[in-house]
């Protein structure tokens, strides 16, 4: 037997992300940096695994024959899920998913549409269309230490901020996707990288601008003492094809459906209540703003009010009301401002 | 090297409460009185805290990060405990501000609903406590000698009475809870109000209990005890809600959760009579149990309820039981539970 001793800690595991010069090529655009996230937990870890195809069993049969499998590298798909600290220097992960420029914040704009994610396409610093997330010791093979995943396109996002989690610090939870194989590498020691690890992020009692549900006739009305909110966008990414058998890289990614947009927020109830619940009810326009001017926007500005829901597991009756986000796809407004420094 | 010189005494410290005007507001409620209590031991002196929270740590780190722990008032409960000598005068006092029952006969009913407790609102019973020499003093001015706990809500009361300890006197165990930042003064120190001492004088000594009217179950021959101690605990849970702003976070108000747990317990001897209520320990049938007597101005400290547990001790020279009675009546009534008068 010749069992091998050496092992690798989860504690040790270290994401890095930039955004890609072209899609699928791994490379760093210019201008842009590396950024070591403050993940709170592991990331997932893919090892390039596929899903295998078993075919019919043949009558006369009764174990499935080995003849009848097919490797499916041809509709690969794999999902790198983390959670990090929103910091307050870092330019949001927002962007990935609304493809904008804007400093360091993210606008989801009415006239949102995906980025051109077709394989090679040169990406522009205003897009954040796909990434390049180093899992650094993930793997050990030889002096190689990483996987590097190419062309990764953001499929869903959270921003999450409560009073009482987290020390009140906004949390972001993601997913990339690829459908380019993932690479072992050992680039990260010798990169320039923007280290994210120690930086702070905007404590929820420093949200003092505004807290405020929107689409009442007298604005303040909308006031409300916050506990927690949240701003989620998904969509769904799809790849397209592959184009040769060696390493069965997409023809590019597309997306499916809508991008869904849509928030929470879980307030005290006090007399400012019934005016607010009307929105359950009618058919206006509403969201919410939680601002600290000029740095932290957590802003749902153009949405419906879906649910309206009573909490009784505290001291006070608390309402969480959620929300989707609308737009008119005529129009340039934002439907959604993102930005945590 | 400049080390402070002053010192603060433990056994020079005083402890005055009173009911305030509106809650978190120090001032004196009209037709109140300011009384400065007969403490046995030291009260509990809390400074401005605020409770430490952290993010789970950052793989890849070995060490917590300060910029992602903070401390949060935003939920910060203030526990002010006191012990008292329990004179008649003193027990009403804390009755009046623990079941809103002060006038002598203090009793607990089975139709309790707490009062608002609203921040700002003259709440029943609201009170700050000062507690002179409790605070720091400085160099330059010396108005930080007293400690005060405004917005204070009793939460629990132990009457603790026992005829070997503390001269066979009954000692009270105060709890009282704020969501307001402690504050620094000099008015209980520096004589600015002149409170009304109570010094225990008038408290009963526990041989004063009689057998007409000290028994478990029924008021009579043959249900007569011979009690060593008793203990009475009233308690319940006070949660603040919310907070007015980011700087001071006084809470919006608070609110009683859960319901008033209420028992008593007697340390008897164990004679014949305990055969006429021994099937009460098991059958849920309702029970009472009194210390006290028969005078003009009875001493009574009565509790209904069922039983919850019973225990024989064989410590002493005679065998002697300890019963529990967990206070209960129907709901909704004016029935009493407990009753705490001397």
């Not at chain 1, 404590?203 to 405020?212: G, L, S, W």
């Amino acid at each position: 037997m010749a069992i091998q001793t050496d092992f690798q800690t989860t504690q040790n595991i270290q994401l890095v992300i930039g955004h890609e010069d072209n899609v699928g090529n791994g490379a760093l655009l210019s201008g842009q940096a590396w950024y070591k996230l403050p993940i709170i937990a592991p990331p997932t870890i893919n090892d390039n695994q596929t899903a295998m195809d078993f075919g019919t069993l043949q009558s006369g049969s009764y174990i499935q024959p080995e003849n009848s499998t097919g490797r499916r590298n041809d509709q690969a798909m794999w999902e790198i899920s983390f959670s990090v600290i929103a910091d307050n220097t870092l330019p949001t992960l927002f962007q990935y998913m609304t493809h904008d420029l804007s400093g360091t914040q993210a606008t989801l704009g009415e006239d949102y549409a995906p980025a051109n994610w077709t394989d090679n396409n040169q990406n522009v610093t205003a897009g954040k269309e796909t990434a390049v997330i180093y899992i650094v010791n993930a793997i050990k093979s030889g002096s190689n230490v990483e996987w590097k995943y190419s062309g990764c396109v953001l499929k869903s996002i959270e921003l999450t901020h409560s009073i009482d989690s987290n020390a009140g610090l906004p949390i972001i939870n993601c997913t990339f996707v690829t459908g380019y194989p993932a690479e072992l590498k050992n680039d990260v020691a010798g990169l320039t990288i923007t280290s994210g690890v120690n930086v702070a992020g905007r404590k929820f009692t420093d949200i003092v601008t505004t807290n405020r549900i929107l689409g009442l006739s007298t604005a303040t009305d909308g006031d409300v003492r916050v506990y927690s909110h949240s701003i989620s966008m998904s969509r769904d990414i799809q790849r397209v094809g592959y184009q040769d058998t060696t390493n069965y890289k997409p023809y590019s990614y597309e997306q499916v459906g809508e991008l869904e947009c849509t928030g929470s927020i879980t307030f005290k109830k006090d007399s400012h209540f019934p005016t607010i619940q009307a929105l359950s009810r009618n058919n206006d326009n509403t969201g919410f703003n939680m601002v600290l001017a000029p740095n932290y926007f957590a802003n749902l500005n153009k949405a419906k009010m879906t649910n309206l829901i009573t909490d009784t597991g505290s001291a006070e009756l608390r309402a969480t009301a959620e929300f989707k986000g609308i737009g008119d796809p005529e129009g340039s407004s934002s439907v959604a401002l993102i930005k945590h420094q | 090297m400049a080390i402070g010189t002053s010192v603060k005494s433990t056994q020079g410290l005083k402890l005055a409460i009173y009911h305030e005007a509106t809650m978190g507001d120090a001032g004196l409620n009209s037709g109140a009185v300011r009384y400065q209590l007969p403490i046995l031991s030291p009260p509990t002196i809390q400074d401005l805290t605020g409770v430490l929270e952290s993010t789970p740590s950052i793989i890849g780190q070995y060490n917590h990060a300060q910029n992602h722990s903070v401390h949060n008032r935003a939920s910060q409960m203030y526990e002010i405990g006191f012990q008292i000598l329990g004179s008649p005068a003193v027990l009403d006092l804390m009755c009046l501000y623990l079941i809103n029952d002060g006038d002598g006969t203090n009793a607990l009913q089975g139709g309790y609903s707490p009062p608002a407790m609203l921040n700002g609102a003259d709440t029943d019973y609201s009170v700050c406590i000062d507690i002179a020499g409790g605070g720091y003093e400085t160099a330059s001015a010396s108005v930080k000698k007293d400690i005060r706990y405004v917005g204070c809500v009793a939460k629990s009361m132990t009457l603790n009475h026992a005829i070997d300890n503390e001269s066979g006197l009954p000692v009270i165990d105060m709890v009282f809870v704020t969501g307001y930042a402690p504050q620094y003064t000099d008015d209980l120190t520096d004589g600015d109000y002149t409170p009304v001492k109570l010094t225990g004088d008038g408290a009963t000594p526990f041989t004063n209990w009689n057998s007409a009217n000290t028994y478990i179950d029924s008021n009579g021959a043959g249900y007569e005890i011979h009690p060593y101690s008793y203990s009475v605990s009233i308690s319940r849970e006070i949660e603040r809600v919310g907070f007015g702003d980011y700087t001071n976070y006084e809470p919006d108000g608070y609110a009683m959760m859960g319901v008033w747990e209420v028992e008593m317990s007697i340390d008897y001897k164990r004679d014949e009579n305990f055969d006429n209520f021994l099937a009460k320990l098991s059958s849920g049938a309702e029970i009472t149990a009194r210390i006290g007597d028969a005078s003009a101005n009875p001493f009574k400290i009565e509790c209904v309820g069922l039983v919850s547990d019973h225990s024989t001790d064989t410590g002493s020279a005679e065998l002697r039981n300890t019963i529990t009675i967990k206070g209960m009546v129907t709901n909704n009534t004016t029935a009493d539970l407990i009753v705490l008068s001397m």
